[in-house]
């Protein structure tokens, strides 16, 4: 029987380590064939939540803003009541008369006289509109802030009328006093009798 040849079990041993080196390639690979589309599909996921994510941020920090400027707006409006109390559009005499009576009585001083008198124009101004039109000059006219005068006399301890006027001070609608004149009580007596004259302010 006639034995293979040297070459030719070269050749087998070569084909054979061929074969190995192709079956243990593929058996490395063969699982990332399979993976790889698994790979697309999630970081396609992780960007589609990515986007989802960002866009909520974006959604999120829109409603902070709008919570911010609810709580200006707010604000705002509590600034432009307050300032429609300090100045009213109307006399309203009868309101702060009521609210210098509160501050007294809180103050612990006895009003023995209160009488408002008659109002006066304290300014007004009217400029000119810079603008031109075929009918004229268009003129319009600022609010007047007008003003009422009243008098006052009360009675009470120093402390407390040092306490009414500390009152006066940081009420909310301004009232000015004009004069005010001190008269001690005698003989001992620590009660004092107060007399003022006050100014209220408004626009019309």
Same mark, same amino acid.
């Given at each position: 029987?006639?034995?293979? #040849?040297?070459?030719?079990?070269?050749?087998? +041993?070569?084909?054979?380590?061929?074969?190995?080196? @192709?079956?243990?390639?593929?058996?490395?690979?063969?699982?990332?064939?399979? @993976?790889?589309?698994?790979?697309? !599909?999630?970081?396609?996921?992780?960007?589609?939540?990515?986007?989802?994510?960002?866009?909520?941020?974006?959604?999120?920090?829109?409603?902070?803003?709008?919570?911010?400027?609810?709580?200006?707006?707010?604000? !705002?409006?509590?600034?432009?009541?307050?300032?429609?109390?300090?100045?009213?559009?109307?006399?309203?005499?009868?309101?702060? &008369?009521?609210?210098?009576?509160?501050?007294?009585? #809180?103050?612990?001083?006895?009003?023995? +006289? &209160?009488?408002?008198?008659?109002?006066? =124009?304290?300014?007004?101004?009217?400029?000119?509109?810079?603008?031109?039109?075929?009918?004229?000059?268009?003129?319009?006219? /600022?609010?007047?802030?007008?003003?009422?005068?009243? !008098?006052?006399?009360?009675?009470?301890?120093?402390?407390? =009328?040092?306490?009414?006027?500390?009152?006066?001070?940081?009420?909310?609608?301004?009232?000015? @006093?004009?004069? +005010?004149?001190?008269?001690?009580?005698?003989?001992?007596?620590?009660?004092?009798? !107060? #007399?003022?004259?006050? /100014?209220?302010?408004?626009?019309?």
């Amino acid at each position: 029987m006639e034995q293979p #040849s040297e070459a030719k079990k070269t050749e087998q +041993a070569v084909a054979l380590l061929l074969l190995f080196l @192709i079956i243990i390639i593929g058996l490395i690979y063969a699982p990332y064939i399979g @993976i790889n589309p698994q790979l697309g !599909t999630l970081k396609e996921k992780n960007l589609e939540a990515a986007v989802k994510k960002t866009d909520l941020r974006a959604k999120e920090q829109q409603v902070g803003n709008l919570k911010e400027l609810e709580s200006k707006i707010k604000a !705002t409006q509590s600034t432009v009541k307050k300032l429609a109390i300090a100045l009213p559009n109307e006399a309203e005499v009868a309101e702060i &008369l009521v609210q210098v009576q509160a501050m007294a009585s #809180s103050s612990g001083v006895n009003i023995t +006289a &209160l009488s408002p008198s008659k109002e006066e =124009i304290l300014a007004s101004v009217v400029a000119e509109n810079e603008e031109v039109t075929t009918e004229g000059d268009m003129v319009s006219v /600022e609010p007047t802030v007008e003003k009422y005068s009243f !008098t006052m006399s009360v009675e009470g301890s120093y402390d407390s =009328i040092m306490k009414f006027l500390k009152a006066v001070e940081n009420n909310l609608r301004p009232v000015k @006093i004009i004069k +005010a004149d001190l008269a001690g009580g005698g003989g001992g007596n620590p009660t004092i009798a !107060t #007399s003022f004259v006050m /100014e209220a302010y408004y626009q019309k």
